[in-house]
């Protein structure tokens, strides 16, 4: 989507943030200076239906002037999906060197190695506590 309120605004004459924002006070919106500059500046994540509704009725247009859709971007192939890849062949290409070895406690033994676990494709470690009791 594209934001095309000050397209919108200068068909009604309004050249700046803070003119719309005085005519949006008058007609009941009190928007805050910096929430103005922002709807002015840039494409809002969000949009409240009420604030639409005021903005319209100021502006006299329908939310489709002020709400243009635009195609999404075209992918590059870099960013386009693949095929998952195999958790077997991720179990294994990161078994070998997937393990974590933790330093030794101050009792002088070296706690044992955490394997890698797959999850989602990705080999994340897992970490386990336990308390080694004194020697």
């Known amino acids: 989507m594209r934001w095309n309120l000050r397209a919108a605004a200068a068909r009604r004459g309004i050249a700046s ?3 719309l924002r005085r005519r949006l006070a008058s007609a009941g919106l009190v ?3 910096g929430k103005m500059s922002g709807l ?3 494409t809002p994540l969000t ?3 009420e604030d639409l509704e005021v903005l319209c009725t100021v502006l006299s247009c329908e939310p489709s ?3 243009i859709p635009e195609p999404p971007p075209a992918r590059t192939p870099a960013s386009a999906p693949g095929p998952a890849p195999d958790p077997a062949s991720t179990t ?3 078994s070998a060197a997937a393990t974590l070895t933790t330093p030794a406690p101050a009792t002088g033994r070296a706690t044992a190695p955490v394997p890698a676990v797959p999850v989602a494709g990705r080999a994340v470690r897992r970490v386990i506590v336990r308390s080694v009791p004194p020697a």
Do not use: G, T
């Open 92 to 94: 294994a290409a990161f």
């Open 17 to 19: 943030a803070a003119e």
């Open 65 to 67: 002037d002020l709400l």
């Open 31 to 33: 928007v805050s200076v």
């Open 47 to 49: 949009v409240r239906l």
């Open 40 to 42: 002015w500046a840039h």
